[in-house]
């Protein structure tokens, strides 16, 4: 773990364009209490898919070249480089689609035993369908991400990213919710 949450460290720089996050209050709790000794800091996330050209969402937006997606036709890798202070041992993400604000926690990945060294990539495949928010949990560590260009065929729709640790005692973090919702569209 140290070896790719050293990698990891030099990846949160490429994706800071995606990881501007908000702390949030409310939302889901997948321990039993709030942590005194486990706080989340930052997050980036990224997806293998990237887009080539600009694009125009169901809602008139315009979605910049290069940006991440999640093909809902096709499994998606997630990545998720994150921060914290304390240890952490497992940790949640949920997505909240942002017209529809319905939401889906799923365990994104587990330590095994607690990490303490304050930093890591979480990664997880999202399956076909993930609109809105169904997640299978073949989660793994990763220190590289091969990013695919898709041709997008239809827009579907766009959710948030929340992420939630839980610590040794099993108890919960503070929340970080990315400040922009990732589109989900299907790909060719």
């Known amino acids: 773990m140290k070896k790719l949450a050293l990698a990891a460290i030099g990846l949160t720089g490429i994706l800071a364009s995606c990881g501007v996050t908000?702390?949030?209050?409310?939302?889901?709790?997948?321990?039993?209490?709030a942590s005194n000794s486990l706080s989340l800091k930052d997050f980036a996330y990224s997806t293998q898919y990237r887009t080539t050209t600009a694009f125009t969402d169901q809602n008139g937006n315009t979605v910049a070249a290069g940006s991440y997606v999640i093909c809902d036709n096709l499994n998606t890798e997630m990545y998720v480089d994150l921060t914290w202070q304390g240890g952490l041992?497992?940790?949640?993400?949920?997505?909240?689609?942002?017209?529809t604000g319905t939401t889906e926690d799923q365990e994104f990945y587990s330590y095994g035993q607690v990490d303490y060294s304050g930093s890591g990539r979480a990664t997880s495949t999202l399956t076909p369908n993930t609109a809105p928010l169904r997640?299978?949990?073949?989660?793994?560590l990763s220190a590289q991400a091969i990013v695919v260009n898709p041709v997008i065929v239809r827009v579907k729709g766009n959710t948030f990213v929340r992420v939630q640790g839980v610590d040794q005692n099993g108890q919960y973090s503070n929340i970080k919710e990315s400040a922009q919702a990732f589109p989900?569209?299907?790909?060719?």
């Not at 997640?135 to 793994?140: E, G, H, P």
């Open 135 to 140: 997640v299978l949990t073949q989660n793994k």
């Open 22 to 33: 908000v702390t949030v209050s409310d939302g889901f709790t997948p321990g039993s209490g």
């Open 184 to 188: 989900v569209v299907d790909c060719q």
């Open 89 to 99: 041992s497992k940790l949640y993400v949920q997505f909240k689609g942002l017209s």
